[in-house]
């Protein structure tokens, strides 16, 4: 029986060799004549598109779960061997479209940066501590150990990545603050870096799906992005 990640990889390699196909028969053959119905070949955005699909396949591949910020469909997953584990429809909130683009650019850069791993992630407020029973169901989901996640329900927290690449999860859940001083120090520094041009998509979601994405969202965990355009 096939795996879902040599699924993952018959599919990937099909998709690429279509696409190879398609720029092919796009290039303007010798003396013809360019017309408006033309198509401009966008090098930047196929080589974007190819890195995205190489690295869909290689995180398969690593049999280790990852993250997915699908901003082309305003989604997140958690995906396992190619397979989708956990996904939400994003609900932005204070966020509008220029800035959801302002996030995509800056993540992937002028390097082409598709995947990055998480390097902070930061709790505001939080309320009483999650049962057995579900963190036992967040782990099967998820195959992350129990013994690893963090029991707490979140008001809100923040996953970072380089380059000042923030996504901002809030809830309808009233939580407690650990240090009502630091969340201030944080709001503030977000501020006046937003202001120097701070990457930050604000969430609204949940709070069933905010427990699983903070259990699973580590410190480390590889973040692949479908950019915005």
């Known amino acids: 029986m096939m795996t879902s990640a040599g699924r993952l990889s018959g ?15 796009e290039k303007k053959q010798p003396g013809t004549t360019a017309t408006s119905a033309d198509k401009q070949w966008d090098q930047q955005q196929a080589e974007i598109q190819y ?9 398969a591949q690593a049999n280790k779960p990852y993250l997915v910020l699908d901003l082309k469909r305003n989604r997140l997953e958690i995906k396992l061997q190619g397979t989708t ?3 939400y429809a994003m609900t932005l909130e204070n966020t509008d479209e220029s800035e959801l683009q302002k996030f995509s650019e800056r993540f992937v850069g002028s ?43 979140p008001e809100r927290f923040q996953l970072k990545w ?3 690449i923030v996504l901002d999860i809030r809830t309808d859940v009233i939580g407690k603050p650990e240090s009502k001083w630091k969340n201030t120090m944080v709001d503030i520094r977000q501020t006046i870096a937003g202001h120097l041009g701070d990457a930050l998509v604000s969430v609204k979601m ?3 799906n905010a427990i ?16 915005a355009s």
């Open 11 to 25: 599919l990937l390699v099909g998709v690429l060799t279509f696409s190879l196909l398609v720029s092919c028969a």
């Open 51 to 59: 890195r995205v699909l190489q690295a869909e396949l290689k995180l």
């Open 85 to 87: 584990v956990w996904n």
């Open 111 to 153: 390097e082409l940066k598709v995947v990055r791993p998480i390097l902070f992630k930061y709790l505001f407020a939080a309320t009483s501590k999650t049962s057995d029973s579900i963190l036992a169901i967040v782990s099967e989901a998820t195959t992350f150990p129990v013994e690893l996640l963090q029991r707490t329900i």
């Open 162 to 164: 380089s380059d000042d």
């Open 206 to 208: 949940p709070k069933d």
């Open 212 to 227: 699983t994405l903070y259990r699973a969202a580590i410190i480390g965990l590889p973040t692949l992005i479908y950019p």
